[in-house]
């Protein structure tokens, strides 16, 4: 073997272990930033839920204060039986309130419900405790405590509220909010490995879904201290503030767990409380395993290829070299052609790039996406060399349904632009309805076919012929039928009903699908309107079929209406003059 020969197989090695290295390093640093966006995700998530559980939380003990207020403002002069009747309606009526009571000017309970929970005759003032009930007064203002032990059982927040009658006090009214109601409500429901705790501002937990604590202890009593960033993290749940951390929170049997966290505050009349989701780190793991084990599996395979494809390299050298000297010469002026070729198809192709530039950027928002999603597939198809594993086939299929798409957008742009300056010219022709509603079928019978929904019609046999556009209407029909098809679920039906009338002929299109709320009616007329609830999550369009029905219903002399409930399905229902 030649020295030159040499140098050449040893280089190919070289370049060989050093492309695997490179594939290992990148798949590494892959897998890192992998499980790092992935934990900022959740962290995202958690943190949501955390703000959805203080909103929750808030809005609960909110409503209870103002609702005992409203007793307080609307009722300064009435009597303990009327006071009595007016907790039994709140208490039976609602759900939260552990107590409800009416402690006269004196200081002595009246009148109060449930009364097994209501010590009726306790003086507050002849026991010599502490009550909030002089600040309220003296403040004239509620005033709400952080929760403390019922004589049962649990904890209950007090809400003291002072009755005046102009500068007359008459009495306080008291409400006790059960933290357990407040609990089963927002925070048990969370259904997670993870678990959700509930702490005051003097670090009371009020609720800890791990079970490790109890309602009324103190988290400072228990923590351990030699853990600072667990520590830091409860600092900053007491001050108010909100955000997302990873910690170790250490075990039995001296076992350590990474624990990832998110907590928000809840600020309640002056008091504040935090709420905190804690979940294992090994949540994020199991979400990315799956993702990162396909990559593994990528990087092994391109390894393989990688050296397979440098030792096969050698062997082919070893034994084409001799004959390939043979060919340099003419290899050569080929391969200056070829250049030359190359340079000149890479020049054409930027020019190409640029007009392609220059008309993305001259088209409407609604044209950017399918072009965006042709060009990337395009690319993908030009650049993929021989051994690049790619799906050729799903690519052409999705260009051209985006060609299809971008066309369909074109024409509903160009027959609103016509409607709307009423030079949408119907080519009147003697139309039978019959064939017009089976053409319309038959457009969407395998779309309804895929999604289980049966289509069924009632047409008079002898129904009158008149003077339309057929094909108009037959897209009136596609259009109407492919909205029910979105908010219609697996086994539904639609039904198709025509009925003749005076000087109109009436259609009906029906569904019994999820229907519509109020905003959605009154809006799905208007032009690039689309309702973002169908059952499928998938609607694609540029939101004008119904725009473009409506014009050409109106075009024919007719009108067309709408009804829907939620839940009841959607009934469209249009006239074409006779």
Excluded at 219 to 231: A, Q
Excluded at 283 to 290: A, G, K, L, M, R
Excluded at 313 to 342: A, D, G, M
């Amino acid at each position: 073997m030649e020295k030159h020969e040499k140098k050449v197989i040893f280089a190919i090695a070289v370049i060989s272990v050093l492309f695997l290295l490179l594939i290992i390093f990148m798949g590494i640093k892959t897998h890192n930033d992998v499980c790092e966006v992935a934990k900022q995700e959740f962290s995202k998530q958690q943190l949501l839920l955390a703000e959805q559980f203080s909103t929750g939380v808030e809005e609960f003990l909110n409503e209870k204060v103002e609702l005992t207020e409203s007793i307080a403002r609307n009722h300064a002069n009435a009597s303990p039986e009327e006071f009595q009747a007016l907790f039994i309606d709140i208490y039976e009526g609602s759900t939260g309130y552990y107590a409800l009571e009416y402690i006269n000017a004196s200081g002595v309970v009246v009148a109060g419900y449930p009364e097994e929970n209501v010590p009726i005759g306790y003086d507050l003032y002849e026991n010599n405790r502490e009550y909030p009930i002089e600040h309220a007064r003296d403040t004239r203002d509620t005033y709400c405590t952080n929760p403390v032990g019922l004589f049962e059982d649990g904890l209950g927040s007090f809400i003291w509220i002072p009755i005046f009658d102009g500068e007359e006090h008459k009495g306080t009214i008291l409400g006790i909010i059960q933290m357990s109601t407040l609990v089963e409500k927002y925070l048990e429901p969370y259904d997670s490995s993870g678990y959700v705790y509930l702490v005051d501002r003097n670090t009371q937990v009020l609720y800890d879904g791990s079970g490790q604590y109890t309602a009324g202890d103190n988290y400072f009593d228990m923590l351990n201290e030699s853990n600072p960033k667990w520590m830091h993290i409860i600092e900053e749940q007491l001050n108010g503030s909100q955000g997302t951390a990873e910690f170790t929170l250490n075990g039995k049997n001296n076992t350590s767990e990474n624990k990832m966290i998110a907590f928000s505050p809840i600020e309640w009349r002056r008091r504040l409380w935090s709420v905190a989701v804690v979940s294992p780190a090994t949540e994020v793991e199991e979400i990315t395993h799956p993702a990162l084990l396909k990559h593994t599996v990528l990087v092994l395979f391109s390894a393989s290829i990688a050296l397979l494809g440098g030792f096969s390299l050698i062997l082919l050298l070893t034994s084409w070299n001799r004959s390939l000297k043979v060919e340099v010469h003419n290899k050569t002026y080929e391969l200056k052609q070829s250049n030359e070729f190359l340079e000149k198809a890479n020049q054409k192709l930027k020019e190409l790039d640029g007009l392609k530039s220059d008309f993305v950027s001259m088209v409407s928002h609604e044209l950017k996406m399918p072009l965006a999603a042709i060009k990337t597939s395009t690319e993908l198809l030009k650049d993929a060399d021989e051994n690049e594993l790619i799906d050729k086939d799903e690519l052409i299929e999705k260009i051209l349904r985006n060609v299809d798409r971008q066309t369909r957008m074109v024409n509903d742009q160009l027959d609103l632009s016509r409607i709307e300056s009423g030079m949408m010219n119907f080519k009147k022709e003697e139309v039978d309805l019959h064939e017009v509603i089976s053409t319309s079928i038959e457009t969407v019978e395998k779309n309804a076919y895929d999604l289980g929904i049966g289509i069924y019609t009632s047409i008079p046999e002898h129904l009158p012929g008149f003077t339309g556009n057929k094909d108009a209407l037959v897209s009136v029909f596609v259009n109407l039928l492919n909205n029910s098809l979105k908010f219609t679920p697996w086994g539904g039906r639609i039904d198709i009903d025509i009925v003749e009338l005076d000087q109109y002929i009436q259609a009906t299109v029906k569904d019994n699908g999820i229907g519509l709320g109020t905003d959605d009616i009154e809006k799905i007329f208007e032009k690039f309107y689309r309702v973002g609830n169908d059952i499928y999550n998938n609607t694609k369009g540029t939101g004008l079929g119904l725009t473009i029905a409506k014009g050409i219903v109106e075009g024919h002399g007719g009108t067309i209406e709408v009804e829907s409930k939620e839940g009841k399905g959607i009934t469209f229902t249009f006239t074409i003059k006779k």
